[in-house]
């Protein structure tokens, strides 16, 4: 293909995603978001008021969340059209490589989400409260940080899900062994560490609540990669 052609596929694949964003957005934007917020709310065990501050923030908020919304409908679109833009130039084995893993990302991407939304978010919101709570404080809580965190939080762990499929496409190339995984695993915790005290709100419950899941994929890792080594 020439360079020509090339960008006029990309054009065309552009043009496809922001067609299903844009339906998406709509949808997100009048059928979703007048209940959007109770949902938001649904897994923290306590009631909680949430606040604004200024009187266009629950509109321009509505229009944020319709876009957060829209695209992670359309995520497995997203990806499908980088990988079949991308595919023409690769070699027939990593073509075959993609093929295996692209299911696994996009489950592994989802996993992430739910875990992080059930489980990460609610530990950590209840955790800062209680803090604020045990100083005599009151927090007031504007809807506007209280999706920041929220959106931070479940895409982060989103993308940190996606450590098994690393670690396993890395020992395919040859780049690491499970052996190397077992003799570098004290850095491989430091690494962790250091990534969940980056993401997560400076609080020791909230920490451990990204640390653990972590190191745990990375011992979920290194067992995979070595139950592909025993079968190649």
């Not at 897994?43 to 229009?63: A, D, N, V």
């Not at 990460?120 to 965190?149: C, Q, R, W």
């Not at 653990?212 to 592909?228: A, C, D, H, R, T």
Request: aromatic share 16%.
């Amino acid at each position: 293909m020439t360079i020509l052609e090339h960008l006029a596929e990309l054009r065309g694949r552009l043009i496809q995603v922001a067609c299903f964003f844009f339906i998406g957005f709509f949808g997100a934007f009048f059928f979703i978001n007048p209940t959007l917020v109770h949902y938001l709310k649904a897994q923290i065990p306590f009631s909680l008021t949430l606040y604004t501050l200024r009187i266009t923030e629950g509109l321009e908020l509505s229009f944020e969340l319709a876009a957060l919304l829209s695209t992670m409908f359309i995520f497995p679109i997203i990806l499908w059209n980088i990988w079949a833009y991308i595919k023409p130039g690769l070699y027939p084995e990593e073509q075959q490589l993609g093929k295996k893993y692209f299911p696994y990302i996009l489950f592994l991407f989802i996993i992430g989400i739910v875990f992080g939304y059930f489980v990460v978010f609610p530990v950590t919101v209840e955790a800062m409260l209680h803090f604020s709570i045990n100083l005599g404080l009151t927090p007031l809580i504007t809807l506007k940080d209280y999706v920041l965190l929220l959106v931070k939080l479940v895409f982060s762990f989103g993308v940190l899900f996606q450590l098994p499929v690393l670690l396993v496409l890395l020992a395919k190339t040859g780049l690491i062994t499970s052996l190397f995984m077992k003799k570098k695993r004290k850095y491989a915790y430091f690494i962790i560490l250091v990534i969940a005290g980056i993401l997560a709100p400076p609080e020791l419950t909230s920490h451990l609540a990204m640390t653990l899941p972590l190191i745990g994929l990375y011992e979920l890792s290194g067992i995979l990669v070595q139950k592909m080594e025993k079968d190649s």
